[in-house]
């Protein structure tokens, strides 16, 4: 494996959990709500993950568990601040608070236990090509769930009748419900599917990130995601750029520590962060670009007057 | 037949007292399946959480020492997000006035006397404001979102302490470990009893009081509420948008800056590479669970500084884990949100009616 | 009833001495701080281990108490002073951020013993104690170069502080005993724990052609990393095999029962005082792991040089030692006084980065 390569997957490995919760986020975003419990949505999931993969031997099933842990939050979440009008700030720390304290009462029988790590897939032939055999062919599958899920998004929200519905309820829940469409229903299962993928990127940290389960072990990935929501302007293919800038920098920070550069390690370890103010206030100059994308409804609750 | 919620006309008074108590009760009930659950006694559990913190001074007095700096970073930040200004980089604007009020302690310790202690808290306000108008500066001049800048300037603002502690401001006595020097006697916040408790609870009291005057009864509080909720009927009153934008970050970073020197001078008595157990991200609740009214944000922050307080008490006396008081914590604050919805809106039973735009409602 | 009980133990305590055989029936109450989860499954688990032994050791005759997760001094401050107004007569306080929030407490309870790791301020009844753990650090550096055919060995560290700086010069010095161009290169997570940054640093290390992995942060994520990758490693804080069954060559395991045990009959039979306790393998406050995965030579190398720590016939830090920038600091013979131990901020001679100041 040479360096290049290396460090490819190295990168790949620290965007996708951030890109995945990403993705979820950025569609319940662009429904109109605003949920700030991605952390604690995630972190249920990487110990269910870790739990399920780790007493069934399977991680597939431990991902499947990610899964539905994830959704579970989310319902909790959408019962309260769509059914119950509940403010969505205050809920999503509480989801946060919740989960945190959650995973750390479930995992507590699973310290210092190895999990099991998700298999990397391997293709005949393809997997055996020089550099792009193993950056593009020999990922696990949540590696191109995540991919996948960007491209399905982007073409979900903006090539489907669904979509411009979704995104109607999210800039105008008003007229979206004069025309007929259950604003709350459809805002419901974009919080579910926000769960999903938050549970998913949880998934990701305990059985391929690193195959472990210790308490919250998401040290603030979920935060980052939300931030990267908006760093793209809710554009899917923008999220992608975002995490990927984030992970490269995140990567690159330590490649140059390693090689002995002598800037102080806080310099380095600010870089991913300052980099991403930098490049949102380059691209927020256009600004006709960010207002349309925006969520007009982002954060407000749904009424429905009848 | 099904529940649906009906918008009231006004609050209800009624509801706005009896919610938060439903919402306890609630919330020891199913604390109570918890406890049974892990094998406590539930009974002293919720002893342990919500009693016994009050029966001590001393613990009465640690409550305030704790809900003093959620309240005032969440009465600033009450400003922000009621004229729809998202900072949610309090803890970073703490962090930076705790670094600039101890400018004074650290650099220039031989400046004691009455004026030193006044003059680390304007410094600590004006460190706060210096972070805030960052997001502010690129919100107006840029159109650069607020969420993600001011999210983002909490971890360079913990790095710059991370930095300044393990490198030039170390104790020089302190064999290299990364702590700044202990502040001297009049680099210490002035207390109030004999305990820990000191001076940043007067400050959270004067801000609720000062806040709730202006947004009540000063035309500053109505343009702040105007432009947050109609922008454009705002402009039509000629109130500045990048204006309001300015003052509600100003506002809350000088507010959030107060609580983090004061929690330094005050309670650590040092500068360290942790200074703060996420208070300005707990304040971000503590805000919207006193519905944004700095009234309601005291009582918010009392609530919050107990179950935290409460949470230790169970710890110790029942051997629980403080995964247990999270998980608890957790719960109190659903059932605190779900009830607050009695006060707008009413239950009422329905009988399913036939809709005409059925078919509207697939999709 | 609860109450009533409580102001008896109030008033009690309040009469001191008087009232100290009416409770020599009760058991020792013993609280322990801890500034992790107890799940770290490294420094604050370590702890919590020799807690449990404890339990178990002393049966009836003890109780003991934990808050974990408390990493901020005015946090700290509190829960310290709850354990002692709750009848905790031992306190042990597990993290250097401690410290000062320990003194004081301390201060306004004279009756209660407080033992503080890592710190160097002790009082009448605080004590402080720590473990020699780079004596384990230079077996590893030992262990590194006899093994590695990179020469080069890849360090995540958490903080530029002296426990970490001087753990680097033990084991730099342990691998030039071996191989004296022995190269390390540094990584600073500004971290303990988090789990995805560790590995992240770990691969990075492992691509600039380190081929053993030593790391000075708590999560066992760095072990599996080398694991997968193929290069040698160490456990930390506690013996990390499973994470790395065919990579990690041993680990610097802390041990602090035979202490904690120590201070505990110390306080029964009233023979308690302030003291500072810096021990490593001769105190058994040090082990290393069982070896796997390397050579018998280097077994026998290692096994060799932990005889002579443990006799107490060998300090790591012996002249002639120098200076990074080529400086003599210890003469032929001489070996490091503790002071400089303690406070240790330069690199000796062979490292290439300079120290982050």
Redesign the interface.
């Known amino acids: 494996m040479n360096g290049f390569e290396a460090l490819v997957l190295t990168i790949i490995t620290a965007s996708t959990p951030l890109l995945l919760a990403a993705i979820g986020e950025l569609v319940v975003e662009r429904s109109g709500v605003l949920n700030l419990g991605v952390e604690g949505m995630m972190i249920v999931g990487a110990v269910a993950a870790f739990g399920v993969a780790h007493v069934t031997g399977s991680p597939l099933l431990g991902v499947v568990a990610a899964l539905f842990a994830g959704v579970a939050m989310s319902v909790l979440f959408g019962v309260l601040t769509l059914n119950l009008m509940a403010n969505q700030v205050a809920t999503g720390l509480a989801l946060t608070i919740l989960g945190l304290g959650l995973s750390g009462m479930i995992g507590e029988g699973f310290i210092g236990e190895p999990g099991q790590r998700l298999a990397a897939l391997h293709i005949p032939v393809l997997s055996d090509l020089p550099l792009v055999g193993s950056i593009v062919f020999s990922q696990d599958i949540l590696v191109y769930a995540s991919i996948a899920l960007v491209i399905g998004t982007y073409h979900f929200l903006f090539r489907t009748r669904s979509g411009l519905i979704l995104r109607a309820v999210g800039d105008n829940h008003t007229s979206a419900h004069a025309l007929g469409y259950s604003v709350i229903k459809v805002r419901f299962l974009a919080v579910m599917f926000g769960g999903a993928c938050a549970g998913l990127a949880g998934a990701y940290l305990s059985l391929a990130y690193t195959p472990q389960w210790v308490e919250g072990m998401t040290a603030g990935r979920g935060w980052i995601a939300l931030a990267l929501v908006v760093f793209a302007s809710w554009r899917p293919n923008r999220v992608l750029i975002g995490a990927y800038l984030f992970g490269a920098v995140s990567i690159l920070q330590f490649h140059a520590q390693a090689a002995g550069i002598g800037v102080p390690s806080q310099l380095m370890s600010a870089m991913p962060y300052l980099a991403t103010i930098i490049v949102l206030i380059i691209i927020s100059r256009n600004v006709t670009l960010t207002k349309t994308n925006t969520p007009a409804c982002l954060g407000k609750a749904f009424v429905p007057d009848r | 037949m099904r529940l649906v ?1 009906e ?1 009231r006309a006004e609050h209800s008074r009624l509801m706005t007292v009896v919610s938060p108590l439903l919402a306890i009760g609630l919330s020891l009930i199913a604390g109570s399946i918890m406890f049974v659950m ?1 094998g406590v006694n539930p009974a002293e559990a919720i ?1 342990a959480f919500f009693i016994e913190p009050l029966t001590s001074t ?1 613990s009465l007095e ?1 409550l305030v ?2 809900s003093a700096p959620l309240v005032l970073i969440a009465v600033g930040l009450s400003v922000c ?1 009621l004229s729809n200004n998202w900072n949610i980089g309090a803890e970073g604007q703490f962090t930076m006035g705790a670094i600039f009020g101890s400018i004074i302690p650290v650099l220039f310790h031989g400046f004691t006397g009455p004026l030193a202690l006044p003059a680390m808290i304007i410094m600590g306000a004006l460190g706060g404001m210096f972070w805030a108008s960052i997001p502010a500066f ?1 919100k107006t001049r ?4 607020e ?3 001011s ?3 909490v ?2 603002a913990q ?2 302490l ?2 300044l502690v ?2 030039p401001w170390r104790d020089p006595d302190g ?5 700044s020097r ?1 502040y001297e006697a009049d680099h210490t916040m002035w207390m109030l009893g004999d305990g ?1 408790m000191h001076f940043g609870a007067i400050f959270a009291l004067v801000a609720v009081i000062a806040v709730w005057f202006m947004l009540t009864k000063t035309i500053k509080g109505f343009e702040i509420k105007v432009m947050g909720q109609t922008p454009r009927a705002g402009q039509f009153a000629g109130f500045s948008r990048k204006g309001i934008v300015w003052f509600s970050f100003l506002i809350s970073g000088a507010f959030a800056g107060i609580a983090g020197i004061v ?1 330094v001078s005050g ?4 500068l ?6 996420g208070y300005g ?1 707990t304040a ?2 503590v805000a ?2 006193g519905r944004l009214n700095p009234i309601g944000i005291l009582f918010a922050g009392l609530l919050l500084g107990l179950s935290y ?1 409460g949470g ?2 169970a ?3 029942l ?1 629980m ?11 109190l ?2 059932f605190v ?2 009830c ?2 009695l006060i ?2 009413k239950v009422r039973l329905v009988k399913p009616q036939p809709t005409a ?1 059925g ?3 697939r ?1 | 009833m609860r109450k009533l009980s409580k102001i008896a133990a109030a008033v009690s305590l309040a009469m001191g001495v008087a009232a100290g055989p009416a409770l020599a029936e009760d058991p020792l109450k013993v609280g322990f701080l801890y500034v992790g989860p107890v799940s770290d499954f490294g420094y604050s688990y370590q702890h919590d281990q020799a807690r449990q032994y404890l339990e178990k050791e002393f049966g009836d005759k003890i109780e003991t108490t934990y808050i974990e997760n408390v990493t901020e001094p005015a946090d700290a401050e509190r829960a310290i002073e709850r354990l002692a107004r709750s009848g905790h007569e031992l306190i042990f306080t597990t993290s250097f951020g401690f410290m000062n929030p320990t003194l004081k407490v301390a201060k306004r309870f004279p009756d209660v013993k407080f033992e503080h790791a890592t710190g160097y301020k002790r009082a009448k009844n605080v004590s402080t104690y720590s473990a020699r753990f780079y004596e384990a650090r230079y077996v590893m550096g030992q262990i590194a170069a006899s093994e590695s055919k990179t020469g080069v060995a890849g360090y995540v560290a958490a903080f530029p502080i002296p426990e970490v700086v001087r753990g680097m010069n033990s084991f730099m010095l342990g691998a030039q005993s071996v191989n004296p161009d022995f190269k390390i290169k540094i990584i600073w997570a500004n971290s303990w724990y988090d789990p995805g940054r560790e590995a992240d640093a770990a691969k990075a290390l492992i691509d600039q052609g380190a081929d053993v992995i030593v790391q000075h942060t708590d999560s066992p994520a760095p072990l599996q990393i080398a694991q997968e990758r193929g290069v040698l490693t160490f456990g930390q804080a506690s013996d990390m095999i499973k994470f790395a069954p065919e990579a990690q060559a041993s680990a610097l395991v802390n041990d602090w029962k035979s202490y904690y045990k120590n201070r505990v009959e110390a306080v029964m039979n009233d023979t308690w005082e302030s003291s500072d306790t810096w021990g490593g393998f001769k105190a058994e406050m040090v082990r290393m792991a069982p070896y796997a995965n390397v050579s018998e030579e280097t077994i026998k190398l290692a096994n060799e040089t932990v005889a002579k720590l443990e006799a107490g016939e060998f300090h790591p830090f012996t002249g002639p030692v120098m200076k990074q920038d080529g400086s003599e600091w210890l003469k032929e013979g001489e070996t490091a006084d503790d002071g400089t131990l303690l406070g240790m901020n330069f690199y000796v001679k062979g490292f290439t980065d300079s120290l982050p100041n």
């Open positions: 919620l918008k892990i002893y001393w640690e020492v704790k997000f690129l840029f159109g650069t979102n969420i993600l800048t999210l983002m300037l971890y360079i790095y710059i991370d930095y393990r490198g064999f290299n470990f990364p702590e202990l820990r929690e309670t650590i008595g040092q360290t590479p942790v200074i703060s157990p991200f971000i609740i919207f669970l307080i230790e008490a710890q110790v006396t051997g884990t403080d995964k247990t008081t999270s998980v608890f914590q957790g719960m604050l659903f949100l779900a607050d919805t707008l809106y735009g078919a509207h409602e999709v």
